[in-house]
Antibody, heavy 119, light 108 residues
Framework: QVQLVQSGAEVKNPGASVKVSCKTS????????MHWVRQAPGQRPEWMGWINPGNHNTEYSQKVQGRVTFTTDTSATTAYLELSSLRSEDTAVYYC????????????WGRGTPVTVSS | EIVLTQSPGTLSLSPGERATLSCRASQSVSSTYLAWYQQKPGQAPRLLIYGASTRATGIPDRFSGSGSGTDFTLTVSRLEPEDFAVYYC?????????FGQGTKVEIK
């Protein structure tokens, strides 16, 4: 079955960077886009963008563009999110989410990685 | 950006009752690209409905979705204890993908 296993919780100072990993199994990694969604405490989920592991094409939301980078390691079937210049507003749970392969339906979710930005 | 507005914010009901949740979009959403998720504390959202009315794998038939254009509805025919949670509507046809602010279904 599809599994998305994310890295552990992070605590960062403002201005620092964070890198979150998402190790996948149970499907062909290059066939499905990987999306990243974050959810601040008590808020609705917020879509950050996606990466196509097959050709490394990416799309980033305007809100985080310029500070976020999505990458993949095909041999390790792992996706990564790196967010720089962290601010308190970036405190959230970060989810990797595989889509359906036919459209952008967010079908399979990782358990989430809590990131806390605090001095 | 398509803004999704859910109502009510909170729904207080008893087990066995019917729950009706609404989602209104700021512009037309193709029915093919409207989904509903359930989220419990400390968990990731769980896909319930996609394409406005298709149940995801393993979702009980007490959950149903309907609607088109700008108005969509999630109905839970008879609430079970495990159904008390927050529900989000979500459109995935236009970038940026967006979510509603959620409806909390709580035990009365």
């Amino acid at each position: 079955q599809v599994q998305l296993v994310q890295s552990g919780a992070e605590v960062k100072n403002p201005g620092a960077s964070v890198k979150v990993s998402c190790k996948t199994s149970g499907y062909t990694f290059t066939t499905y886009a990987m999306h990243w969604v974050r959810q601040a405490p008590g808020q609705r989920p917020e879509w950050m963008g996606w990466i196509n592991p097959g050709n490394h094409n990416t799309e980033y939301s305007q809100k985080v563009q310029g500070r976020v980078t999505f990458t993949t390691d095909t041999s390790a079937t792992t996706a990564y999110l790196e967010l720089s210049s962290l601010r308190s507003e970036d405190t959230a749970v970060y989810y990797c989410v595989r889509d359906s392969g036919r459209d952008w339906l967010l079908e399979s979710w990782g358990r989430g990685t809590p990131v806390t930005v605090s001095s | 950006e398509i803004v999704l507005t859910q109502s009510p914010g909170t729904l207080s009901l008893s087990p066995g009752e019917r729950a009706t949740l609404s989602c209104r979009a700021s512009q037309s959403v193709s029915s093919t690209y409207l989904a509903w998720y359930q989220q419990k504390p400390g968990q990731a959202p769980r896909l319930l409905i996609y394409g406005a009315s298709t149940r995801a794998t393993g979702i009980p038939d007490r959950f149903s979705g309907s609607g088109s254009g700008t108005d969509f509805t999630l109905t839970v025919s008879r609430l079970e204890p495990e159904d008390f949670a927050v529900y989000y509507c979500h459109q995935y046809g236009n970038s940026p993908l967006t979510f509603g602010q959620g409806t909390k279904v709580e035990i009365k």
